[in-house]
Structure formats: C-alpha cells, structure tokens
DNA sequence: CGCTCGATTAACATTAACGTCAAGGTTAAC
DNA sequence: GTTAACCTTGACGTTAATGTTAATCGAGCG
C-alpha cells in the first residue's frame, strides 16, 4: 500500500512549496524523486513526508533583518506608549494584539526546533543501545 | 557615565560583524550612529547593545539548506548504522558526538528566541497594566 | 610635513534561494 | 487527432545580505 506517486504539483499542494522550489531542492540533493519514462518526476509518499520535513525545519528559519527591524521598532514604539501613558485603549489593545502575534511566531519556532531535537535525541538513544551492544559482544 | 564613543573597527570587533554588515544595516536604519565632523561614525554603547541583540536574532535563525542538508544526511547514515548493525564502536562515539553537536546547536537557537520570547511578554504585562489604568481613568 | 592607518562613499561582484520566461515533449479529455 | 493542461530543461532575472575594490579624506606619530 501507500506505493502511490505524486507528480511535481500534487507535491507543491500538498508541501505548500512551488515546482521551482522543489526542482531546486533537487539540485541540491536534498531529494532524489524517480522518473518515468517520459522524464516526469515522480515523488514517492516517503519523498513527500522529507520535502515536509525540510519544510518545517525551514520554518523555524525564517527571520530575516526586515523581520528582525519589525520586532525591534514595535519593542521601540511599545516603550514610548509605556513612559508616556497617554494612549488610547484602542492603540493599547492594538499593540498588544501585535505582540501577541509576535509571541505566537516565536513559539512556532520553539516548537519546531523541539521536534527536531527530539528526533535527535531518540537516535542517539538507539545508538547508545547499539553501542553498549557492540561493546558486550567484543569482550565476550 | 558610560558615553564612550566608538568608532566602526571597535564596534566590529565588539559585535563580530564586518564593518560593511554594520554599515549595511544602518542603510536598513536598524541603526543610527550620530557622526563625527570628519564624518566618522561614532557608536554609544547603546548602539552596540542594539547591534548585539540584533546579531543574537539572527542566530536563532541561520539553518540555511546546506545545513538543514546535513543534519538530514547524519540523520540517514544513523538510521543506516542502526539498521546495519555492523558498525564499529569508534564509528558510533563518532556519530553520537556529531548528534550531540546538533542537539547543542540547536538549544542554542532555542534559548536564543525564548529570551526574546520573553522581552516580548514582559512587554504584554506592562501594557496589561498601562491599560488598566487607562480604563480606570475614562471610567472616572 | 609626510607617512601610514583607518575612515568615507560608490560601485560592481557574489551567494543562496528562488522567480520567470522560452522552447519543446506528454497526457488526457473531447 | 488536436487542444489544453502539465511536464521537461535551460537560462537569465531578482532579492537579501554581504564581499571586494577603488578613490578619497582624516588622524596621529616621528
């Protein structure tokens, strides 16, 4: 089961990535989809779960200094309001929806960056095993 | 105290930036340096603590695609180890030693966007209470 | 005063990560 | 069997974030 393939925009739907990307991704060897005879690229399900995941590690990425200029003029303009205290609760509420997003962005980030140590962590938890396995069969 | 002024070679040597990435990010007015009449940009410390939290930001970035690369092909040639289960113990410290060097990296990142996480939420609680007391005063 | 070191602007170069044609094959529906 | 919708491979364009080089100016030292 699951031996379907996928055709370059079936994968763009379902990665949210664009054909150009995905080419692109190829160039760089991070994927190595089949061919079928008339050259049309052919993705796998597995391939399609590895283009998800650089996706996600990619998205926690993602903070370029027009980002970075964002966060620290909103930080600036927050700290005005704060020692002048003569905003209106409109402006108020404003801002603080602004940092809540703010916020929200951050934490996806963390998030993601957990995922990925996780994954991390159980391989070398199975190495260990593999270790402590390979150690006991060399003294015996 | 403390209005020591310097100029560009120092701040980069300060930061870790080149002086042309510091100079480039003031053409993004991340920065504003007052000059010198000579033309000299001089640099406050605060200048320098903005350039340093700006250079922290964008650290808890940087995963480029080679990198997100090569933690997929260390991830593959553990997988393959485990699978194989032929390999030698110094083959498996080795592994297990570049994991670690990953899962440091990216605590790093991790604890880089939790502490900005939290400026912004300290940020959200002073506001909280600007606001409160805004309401208290249109109610009066 | 001249020399050297460091600063300035300007401008062109480069790298990563794509976007955007162009020219041509393929597939599926009618 | 032709047309539309999709695929292919170039190849050149673009944006962000610098690197590099050139030409010029200022500062401090002997």
């Not at 603080?96 to 993601?112: A, N, P």
Request: aromatic residues 6%; glycine residues 0%; without cysteine.
């Amino acid at each position: 089961m699951s031996d379907k393939l996928y055709k370059i925009e079936q994968v763009s739907n379902l990665t949210g990535l664009t054909k150009r990307a995905i080419r692109y991704y190829e160039d760089l060897n991070l994927i190595r989809p089949r061919r079928a005879e008339s050259a049309y690229r052919l993705y796998t399900e597995e391939d399609v779960e590895k283009i998800k995941r650089i996706v996600s590690l990619k998205k926690s990425l993602a903070f370029s200094l027009a980002e970075i200029k964002q966060a620290l003029e909103l930080d600036q303009e927050v700290e005005n309001i704060l020692s002048e205290e003569t905003a209106s609760l409109a402006t108020i509420n404003s801002y603080m929806e602004m940092i809540r997003r703010q916020i929200k962005l951050i934490e996806e980030k963390v998030s993601q960056l957990l995922v990925t140590r996780k994954k991390f962590e159980d391989l070398l938890m199975r190495l260990s095993s593999l270790e402590e396995k390979v150690r006991k069969e060399e003294t015996r």
